[in-house]
Every structure is written in structure tokens, then in C-alpha cells.
């Protein structure tokens, strides 16, 4: 473990301390512009601190390491998914909300970075990293499935499909999406999206009774959907 990583990390009342907001403003701000022009990689302790002029130490203190310092850029970046209030039928939502989706994926190359860093690059055993990681995950996840969940669990809705399991909804919907642009197979364009959600749909009224919720992985798990 780096020496510097013993520093005593940022207390409450360090955080209304204005000299610390600022360096943490300053460390931020560098950290944004490093991760948005170089990537990942591009994020080290070195670059940050020379870039904004703070010590390392003082890095510490607000972070305690890397990762801590890349989870709160990337939380700090995190593009919120808008999408235009739809009146019409489930499937017109559907549509528009996927497609919103898939728009912001394709054209906000930090989302896709962010969601792969999660999965790979996020990996360590320290519990300070694990609690920033778990914050971040938790934004992500609550960013995604917020819209997912005003739809699929309004009264009309439930009564058309029965009671859909959100979480796994979205794997059904958004995974291709997901999949297609990290693997850069294609890209999912809105015919695309038309036809997922028709997919799903199919399925959901060919299904008859709903999947039940203990036969689904929950995805705020750790680890879940993992090899067995």
C-alpha cells in the first residue's frame, strides 16, 4: 500500500472546511478532464495532483486512492437519461424510453465506460474503494431502472403484462443494446429498439404467468450473473 494512503481521511467537519472544498473541487476537476480526454488510464495520482496543483497527500485525505478518486468522477459525470414524458400505449413508452437509452449509450462514450469499469476495472479488497464502488453502482443502477420502473409498474401496465420483474426486464431490453456497443457488433438504432421491445412484448403476453422473482438473478447482488 502507498505510504501516503496511512493519511487520516476527510472528517465532516473537514468537508465544511472551505480550503478542502476547494481541493477537492481542484482534484476533481482534474480528474474530469484527464478521464474525458486519455480515458481510464489517464486517471493517475501523478496526472491529477500535477494537474490541480494539489498535494498528494491532500488527495489522500479526500480519497484514500484511485479508484475512490475515479468513482467519484465518474458519479460526478454520469449522464442522466432524459426522456420526454409518453402518453400513448406500454409499447410506445417502451420505445421511446429504450431508444433515449440506446441514443445516450451510443453518443455518451463515458456511460459505456463507466458500466464496463464497474464490471472489470473497479476490482479491488479495500472496504473505503468497495464503499465508493457500491455508491457509484447504486447510482447507475437507480439512473437506469428509475425509468423502467414508472412504466412497468403503473396499474395499466401491470394489468396488460401481470407483475414484470423490473430488474430483469431491463437485462431483456437494455442488455442487447449494451452488448452490441461493447463488442462493437452494431449499433442498436431505433428500428432496432422497435423490435426488442416487440420481442418482449411477445413474449410477456405468450408467457401466460409471470417469471417468478426467486428464479432471477438480483443484479445488486455482487457477483451476480456470474459463472456457477
Known amino acids: 500500500m502507498n505510504d501516503w494512503s496511512a493519511d487520516r481521511p476527510a472528517t465532516d467537519d473537514d468537508q465544511l472546511d472551505p480550503r478542502l472544498l476547494r481541493s477537492r473541487k481542484r482534484l ?3 480528474a474530469t478532464h484527464l478521464l474525458s480526454t486519455g480515458g481510464v488510464e489517464a486517471v493517475t ?15 489522500y485525505r ?3 486512492g484511485t479508484a475512490q478518486l475515479l468513482a467519484a468522477t465518474f458519479e460526478r459525470l454520469l449522464p442522466r437519461v432524459e426522456v420526454s414524458a409518453t402518453s400513448g400505449s406500454v409499447r410506445d413508452q417502451l420505445i421511446a424510453l429504450l431508444t433515449a437509452q440506446a441514443d445516450l449509450i451510443d453518443q455518451a462514450p463515458l456511460n459505456l465506460t463507466t458500466l464496463a469499469w464497474l464490471s472489470i ?5 479495500d472496504p473505503a474503494d468497495s464503499a ?3 455508491s457509484l453502482r447504486s447510482r447507475v443502477i437507480e439512473e437506469y431502472r428509475q425509468p423502467f420502473d414508472r ?5 395499466d401496465v401491470r394489468a396488460q403484462l401481470g407483475n414484470v ?12 443494446v449494451v452488448f452490441a456497443r461493447l463488442t462493437g457488433l452494431c449499433t442498436v438504432d431505433h428500428d432496432g429498439c422497435v423490435q426488442l421491445v416487440d ?9 401466460g404467468e409471470p417469471i417468478p422473482a426467486e428464479s432471477i438473478h438480483d443484479l445488486n447482488r455482487p457477483g451476480a450473473g456470474g459463472s456457477r
Open 28 to 30: 476533481l476537476d482534474a
Open 45 to 59: 495520482v501523478e496526472a491529477v495532483t500535477r494537474m490541480s496543483k494539489v498535494a498528494r497527500a491532500t488527495l
Open 62 to 64: 479526500h480519497f484514500g
Open 121 to 125: 476495472g473497479s476490482v479491488g479488497g
Open 132 to 134: 465508493a464502488i457500491t
Open 151 to 155: 412504466i412497468l409498474t403503473h396499474p
Open 165 to 176: 420483474d423490473t430488474t430483469f426486464a431491463i437485462v431483456q431490453l437494455l442488455g442487447p
Open 199 to 207: 420481442d418482449f412484448l411477445a413474449a410477456r403476453k405468450q408467457g
